[in-house]
């Protein structure tokens, strides 16, 4: 049976992208993002904790992070737990466990998001092409009467 490495993240930039170039046309960028959970302790009290998530994302993604992103923005994280190991200069094995980003999405207005898309304040990115979308537009109501009317037929198949 085959296993799933799947991350769902939101919350906010801990500081501006550091992104590095390197050979071959490759980028990188390493992000910092905190999560935060709220939670009430047995005495009524309110608890935050908050946990810090390195990010590394790749190629394009990189330059998106790197124009838009900046410190402090929500996002909305999707990836895998990507886990690097390797021995200082001392000899100690040391181990860091990031999250490689397949997809992300800013969130918030324009206004609440300095660096967000100029044009709709909010981006998706991700690494594959999505099918296109098309949106529905449905007409304001005013009534809140969800019973359809006796002259409309009901095309449900329930």
Do not use: C
Not at 39 to 49: T, W
Not at 70 to 99: A, C, F, H, L, P
Not at 123 to 142: D, E
Request: aromatic share 6%; glycine share 10%; no cysteine.
């Amino acid at each position: 049976m085959a296993g799933v490495n799947k991350v769902i993240l939101v919350g906010n930039l801990g500081a501006d992208p550091e992104v590095k170039y390197l050979e071959g046309d490759n980028v990188v960028a390493n992000l910092r993002l905190a999560t935060t959970e709220a939670y009430k302790d047995r005495s009524g009290n309110r608890v935050e904790q908050t946990e810090w998530h390195d990010l590394e994302l790749w190629g394009g993604q990189a330059k998106i992070a790197e124009q838009y992103l900046k410190k402090g923005m929500q996002i909305y994280v999707e990836g895998k737990i990507k886990s690097d190991t390797w021995q200082d200069q001392e000899g100690n094995n040391r181990k860091r466990t990031k999250i490689r980003v397949l997809s992300f999405t800013m969130l918030g207005a324009r206004s609440e998001n300095p660096g967000g898309n100029p044009s709709s304040g909010e981006g998706n990115y991700q690494r594959t092409n999505p099918a296109p979308s098309n949106p529905v537009s449905q007409p304001a109501s005013n009534s809140m009467d969800l019973a359809p009317s006796s002259d409309e037929d009901d095309d449900l198949p329930f």
